[in-house]
């Protein structure tokens, strides 16, 4: 009779008392809403330690690092991620309004924005030149690693249309003219030859329309030159930048300079 018991009892079917097995591969996301009630069984409501990369695929979040860098006496609110010629930078703002890059390899930070330039700032990458920044404090800025061009500022873009000849070392950059001041840039030379110039500081107090001249001067201290067309070179900066070919004198003895500039 136990042993017909027994066999009756293994013949009926198994109770799971509502049991709902999912299945591990078919998990989709995480969920990030704020209200993650009634979720399908593919989304999920919390992750500890893994990160979803798409679907069916998981990798284990590492613990925590030291510490990249260290922004004395001051509270970052936010945070974005830049390149600017092939490096990874971290972009903080912080509470005070200020604003630093910190380099990914090696922890370098740079201060480009003072107290007070921003509030609530929002950012976006340009190409891997530089990044575009909007803020209802700071209005529209931009920085490249450099120069930090704000409302007032003198652009970043600056072409060199004919880089002249002779160039020995980078010449000196003046900016001239319009109603603002404090702008400054440097020139690189390769080959004899103005390549680029580089804004360092894009100055305050410009507007729209000005006329500014950018002044191209000798080739440095260690060939104190001549320019022969050097009422040209100033003529060519007012209209638009051009460099015209410049011919520069060796160095050569005082009384021999005197003369040259005579003729």
């Keep these: 009779?136990?042993?017909?018991?027994?066999?009756?009892?293994?013949?009926?079917?198994?109770?799971?008392?509502?049991?709902?097995?999912?299945?591990?591969?078919?998990?989709?996301?995480?969920?990030?809403?704020?209200?993650?009630?009634?979720?399908?069984?593919?989304?999920?409501?919390?992750?500890?330690?893994?990160?979803?990369?798409?679907?069916n695929d998981l990798i284990s979040v590492p613990g925590p690092s030291a510490a990249l860098a260290t922004l004395a006496g001051e509270t970052v609110v936010k945070q974005f991620y830049a390149n600017f010629g092939g490096i990874d930078y971290v972009v903080n703002f912080c509470a005070s309004g200020a604003a630093y890059t910190v380099n990914v390899a090696n922890g370098v930070?740079?201060?480009?924005?003072?107290?007070?330039?921003?509030?609530?700032?929002?950012?976006?990458?340009?190409?891997?030149?530089?990044?575009?920044?909007a803020d209802p404090t700071g209005g529209y800025a931009t920085w490249d690693g450099i120069a930090l061009?704000?409302?007032?500022?003198?652009?970043?873009?600056?072409?060199?249309?004919?880089?002249?000849t002779g160039y020995v070392t980078p010449p000196g950059v003046t900016i001239t003219g319009g109603s603002g001041s404090g702008a400054t840039a440097s020139a690189a030379v390769s080959g004899g030859a103005v390549i680029s110039i580089t804004l360092t500081n894009a100055?305050?107090?410009?507007?729209?329309?000005?006329?500014?001249?950018?002044?191209?001067?000798?080739?440095?201290?260690?060939?104190?030159?001549?320019?022969?067309?050097?009422?040209?070179?100033?003529?060519?900066?007012?209209?638009?930048?051009?460099?015209?070919?410049?011919?520069?004198?060796?160095?050569?003895?005082?009384?021999?300079?005197?003369?040259?500039?005579r003729l």
């Design 1 to 55: 009779m136990v042993a017909q018991r027994q066999q009756q009892q293994e013949a009926l079917p198994k109770q799971d008392h509502g049991r709902h097995y999912m299945v591990f591969r078919d998990f989709e996301t995480m969920d990030t809403q704020q209200a993650r009630q009634a979720l399908k069984p593919s989304r999920l409501a919390w992750l500890e330690n893994c990160q979803p990369i798409g679907g």
């Design 109 to 133: 930070q740079v201060k480009f924005a003072n107290a007070g330039t921003f509030t609530d700032p929002d950012m976006t990458q340009w190409k891997s030149e530089r990044i575009l920044i």
């Design 149 to 164: 061009v704000r409302p007032g500022g003198v652009s970043s873009n600056i072409i060199v249309t004919a880089g002249g």
């Design 203 to 261: 100055g305050t107090g410009y507007k729209a329309g000005d006329v500014l001249t950018v002044v191209i001067g000798g080739p440095g201290a260690e060939c104190c030159g001549v320019c022969d067309r050097l009422a040209d070179l100033r003529r060519a900066g007012q209209n638009g930048g051009r460099i015209p070919g410049a011919r520069l004198a060796r160095r050569r003895p005082q009384s021999d300079l005197d003369r040259h500039e």
